[in-house]
């Protein structure tokens, strides 16, 4: 994405409106998102994959992530951060991206969002640089109170705990046994904060002993003609989709469960810690042609 300043004082003046002596001081940018499992777009209402090990289709239940510190990256290699206007979808530091497009095989409704919109200083930008998560001054807030887009129940995560960063749940062709060989239908991946401690209610503050937000950098990136991708397939690369060995349903985050190493490994985030392991960029997100 390229935005010359003299050409566009050269436009303004070529309309006959005086240029002045002040340059346009910012420009937008619209930072869209698309799910893939591998090149194929994913939706609700059919099967997608194959995906897992052993490989298996599956249908999509829900797709939704929270992103904050998002900045472009400029020809230096310094990351500019976006201004976020609030809207239904963000407010600033916070944005929700909401991949599920409803539908009987769905967990939310067909509303979705797939674009951030935000402004930064006009200049020449190359890369794109996010984290997956909350600010932790706005996680610990009542989901009933706080404005939109933290006000979204089905990302609640209790009301001490935050919110869920991602959640991506998907319902595996033939269902999930659980150890004791009970079968359940759909298969949880929630991330977020956990071990936290405070009660926000009384005015503490909340500490998380492992934060689990998730810093994704793209170095090529034009939001002109790319999207973010969030790939399930790579997502779900060594996780066993059609079986849970124990805890919560799939993965939530919890440190002992024995379906999370495999995801956070893939993820780049420690489950002892809760800080991301791998500096750079985990396979999950990549830059995607769109236009
Ligand atoms: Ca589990």
Redesign the pocket.
């Known amino acids: 994405m390229r935005l010359s300043l003299p050409a566009l004082c050269g436009l303004a003046l070529a309309t006959l409106t005086a240029c002045g002596t002040t340059p346009p001081q910012t420009q937008t940018v619209e930072i869209a998102f698309t799910l893939r499992a591998g090149t194929a777009p994913v939706y609700c209402g059919g099967p997608f994959g194959p995906l897992g090990t052993p490989a298996v289709t599956a249908t999509l239940r829900d797709a939704r992530l929270y992103v904050q510190d998002i900045a472009l990256i400029d020809t230096t290699g310094t990351a500019v951060p976006v201004t976020l206007p609030a809207n239904d979808w963000q407010q600033p530091g916070v944005a929700l991206i909401d991949l599920e497009t409803g539908g009987p095989d769905c967990a939310g409704t067909a509303a979705t969002n797939p674009v951030i919109r935000g402004t930064l200083p006009a200049r020449t930008y190359s890369g794109l640089r996010f984290t997956v998560g909350v600010p932790e001054t706005l996680n610990h807030t009542s989901v009933e109170v706080t404005p939109a887009p933290l006000d979204v129940v089905a990302m609640n995560w209790s009301w001490q705990a935050g919110r869920k960063f991602m959640k991506v749940e998907v319902t595996p062709t033939g269902g999930v046994t659980k150890p004791d060989g009970a079968k359940t239908a759909t298969w949880f991946l929630h991330l977020g904060s956990t071990d936290c401690t405070g009660n926000p209610a009384q005015g503490g503050a909340v500490t998380c002993q492992r934060p689990n937000r998730l810093p994704v950098t793209l170095p090529a990136f034009d939001p002109a003609r790319q999207a973010v991708a969030l790939d399930l397939t790579a997502l779900f690369t060594g996780t066993d989709l059609t079986r ?8 939530m985050s919890g440190p002992t ?3 999370c190493p495999a995801v956070f490994g893939t993820l780049g985030l420690s489950l002892t810690n809760g800080q991301p392991v791998t500096p750079g960029q985990p396979p999950v997100f990549r830059a995607v042609d769109v236009r």
């Open positions: 849970d060995q124990g805890g919560a349903v799939g993965c469960d024995p379906d």
